[in-house]
């Protein structure tokens, strides 16, 4: 990156003639190698211009509420998740899924099948992570409760980890609230971190969730026409959020950052993940989350305390005192069959 920037005509003024390690003079019988020095620094500077230019914009994918965020019965839980998981196969999209162990405890008698489906996201090549036990909102919460509801929500989902080798990482804060005050937010902050764990932001925040209520409502009415059209206008919206990620990350942070997405795991999603992955496929790379937030965005302050749960890219523009474009509205319709 400091080579594509730098000045190839600069380099070369830096180096005078008569110290040419080659000992050539630079007469007009043999080529100079200033001059050859000089067109290779240009042409790789140019090149590495290029590939930053072509590298493509990078998303991860994140998934909420595992197993499913609203169960009817274990029997489509399993089809959903099983849909779910091939289509992120066959797209090639690896992310991690957070995980609320209430839904594990629903049903007496189904707690290892529900566990099992957890499971099968990480035999998928996923990540698990933990989203609290009883999807618990830091905003009305005291800390201590909350953070009793995030050790209690960790215990399937460590063991089926370390079972596989793997290591317990990343926590999401349901609804996105990271506390009402600045001091709720910092003790927060500091039990995860002293739990060993990362928070995993989100920048493509979205009302997906009323599109996914109105498209089960559709769905258990045996409405296929409804299911049709929120389906596909689900794509449609999201390609609009995904415009609005990229514009507001050139406003807040100067460049286009790795995005992290974050939907639920839902019908809506299983049915549509083609759909989706197409749409994101033409706009981004799929990338981990692991490797999104290597990004150094990711270190930028956070400072928004509140009621809502806005994005990271919103939380850094409060923090910077800037004032965003408002986020792409849903459709009237959606919203009136998400009631
Ligand atoms: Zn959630």
Do not use: C
């Amino acid at each position: 990156m400091v080579l594509a920037r730098r000045d190839p005509a600069s380099l070369a003024r830096a180096r005078p003639a008569a110290q040419n390690p080659t000992g050539h003079r630079g007469d007009s019988e043999a080529p100079d190698l200033t001059v050859v020095l000089i067109a290779l620094i240009a042409l790789f500077a140019a090149a590495t211009r290029e590939s930053l230019a072509q590298q493509p914009r990078s998303v991860a994918v994140t998934f909420d509420d595992l197993p499913m965020t609203r169960v009817r019965s274990l029997a489509d839980m399993q089809a959903m998740t099983a849909r779910l998981l091939d289509g992120l196969e066959r797209y090639g999209i690896l992310t991690v899924g957070f995980v609320n162990e209430i839904k594990l405890d629903q049903v007496p008698g189904e707690a290892a099948a529900r566990q099992a489906l957890l499971a099968s996201w990480l035999d998928h090549g996923h990540e698990l992570g933990n989203h609290t036990y009883s999807h618990r909102r830091l905003y009305n919460t005291s800390v201590a409760a909350w953070g009793d509801d995030v050790l209690r929500g960790e215990r399937v989902t460590r063991a089926l980890m370390a079972e596989r080798g793997r290591t317990l990482r990343y926590f999401r804060h349901p609804t996105l609230n990271t506390g009402r005050d600045l001091a709720a937010k910092a003790e927060a902050d500091r039990f995860l971190a002293d739990h060993g764990y990362l928070v995993a932001p989100v920048t493509v925040d979205n009302d997906e969730y009323l599109y996914a209520l109105a498209y089960d409502r559709a769905r258990a009415r045996g409405d296929s026409l409804g299911v049709r059209r929120l389906g596909a206008d689900y794509v449609r919206y999201m390609e609009e959020m995904f415009a609005y990620g990229e514009r507001l990350s050139v406003a807040v942070v100067g460049r286009e950052i790795r995005q992290v997405l974050l939907v639920h795991a839902n019908w809506l999603n299983a049915d549509y993940l083609p759909g989706l992955a197409e749409m994101l496929g033409r706009r981004v790379r799929f990338t981990t989350l692991e490797e999104a937030l290597e990004d150094p965005a990711y270190a930028l302050p956070d400072r928004y305390v509140g009621r809502r749960g806005p994005s990271w890219l919103e939380r850094w523009a409060v923090t910077q005192g800037r004032t965003v474009e408002p986020q792409p509205a849903i459709p009237a319709w959606v919203r009136e069959a998400a009631r």
